[in-house]
């Protein structure tokens, strides 16, 4: 992986994986093209704060890439798009999944040789190699892949955890071997990947955001007893069992009371369960 590379005067790339299509993320060092004062000012603080416009790129040779609706910017090359539905039937699976995950119904795959670019955004990105593997992640983080990852559903395998999980009854899952990119709500570096070895995980809170397909996941009291449960303010717990990696977005709460202006909840120990009884 190569970082900080300078592609133009303005941009910079910051990550980059190889295989059978290249995947860059790119940032914009700054944005000066405002006429408007007020914009400038919110720019300037943007700036500041660490805020940067990136942009994903994917440069095929003669390769594949599944991207999410609606996310290319502009292509140059010999590519061309299509939508493989499958018949009625592979029409209906994708309709149903789309439904139940809230991920858009059809990703269109670009084939050929040339470069793409996808909408840029002041969101995160970060790229994942699967090898003969499979991730479960949350809704909406899925923003492109190599053509040989499938992209389907995955159902709750636990009524706790359908019902109580706050993740619904299904979720967004990647298999097979090959790249994806995952456009995620905070910063990769916030990301605490946690490594199982036939362990167990227990989280309060639904800040888990990704888990590799051998991980069990469920909802559970964080003690043996309902009085228990009580007093320890916490409730139930989600819990994840196995052997692989869960993704912990610890700092995705606090980025969320910090937009409701009010940082008040973060100056004692309030807890961040939406999980109590």
């Known amino acids: 992986m190569r970082t900080n590379l300078k592609i133009t005067n303005s941009l910079n790339m910051i990550s980059e994986m190889s295989g059978d299509s290249t995947f860059q993320i790119l940032e914009f060092d700054d944005l000066k093209g405002t006429p408007s004062i007020k914009?400038?000012?919110?720019?300037?603080?943007?700036?500041?704060?660490?805020?940067?416009?990136?942009?994903?790129?994917?440069l095929l040779e003669d390769s594949?890439?599944?991207?999410?609706?609606?996310?290319?910017?502009?292509?140059?090359g010999n590519i061309e798009m299509s939508n493989k539905m499958g018949g009625l039937l592979g029409l209906g699976k994708k309709l149903i999944g789309g439904n139940v995950t809230g991920e858009s119904t059809f990703k269109p795959i670009y084939s050929g040789t040339g470069e793409m670019f996808l909408e840029p955004s002041f969101g995160h990105y970060a790229l994942i190699e699967l090898e003969d593997d499979e991730i479960v992640v949350d809704d909406g983080l899925f923003f492109a892949c190599e053509a040989e990852v499938k992209v389907?559903?995955?159902a709750q395998k636990?009524?706790?955890?359908a019902f109580?999980?706050?993740?619904?009854f299904f979720q967004t899952k990647l298999q097979g071997n090959?790249?994806?990119?995952?456009?995620?709500?905070?910063?990769?570096?916030?990301?605490?990947?946690?490594i199982l070895i036939n362990d167990t995980l227990k989280v309060d809170g639904n800040f888990a955001v990704l888990r590799t397909g051998d991980i069990e996941f469920s909802v559970e009291k964080s003690s043996k007893s309902i009085i228990g449960a009580a007093t320890s303010g916490e409730g139930f717990v989600n819990v994840y069992r196995g052997t692989g990696e869960v993704w912990l977005m610890p700092t995705k709460d606090i980025y969320n009371r910090i937009s409701g202006y009010d940082v008040s909840p973060l100056m004692g120990n309030q807890g961040s369960s939406n999980t109590k009884v």
């Open 164 to 168: 109580l999980g706050n993740e619904g």
């Open 64 to 76: 594949s890439v599944r991207v999410q609706a609606g996310a290319l910017s502009y292509l140059k």
């Open 39 to 58: 914009t400038a000012k919110d720019l300037f603080y943007m700036k500041e704060s660490g805020m940067r416009l990136r942009q994903v790129r994917i």
């Open 152 to 154: 389907g559903t995955a």
């Open 178 to 194: 090959g790249i994806a990119v995952l456009e995620l709500p905070v910063p990769e570096s916030e990301i605490f990947k946690c």
């Open 158 to 161: 636990t009524i706790s955890a």
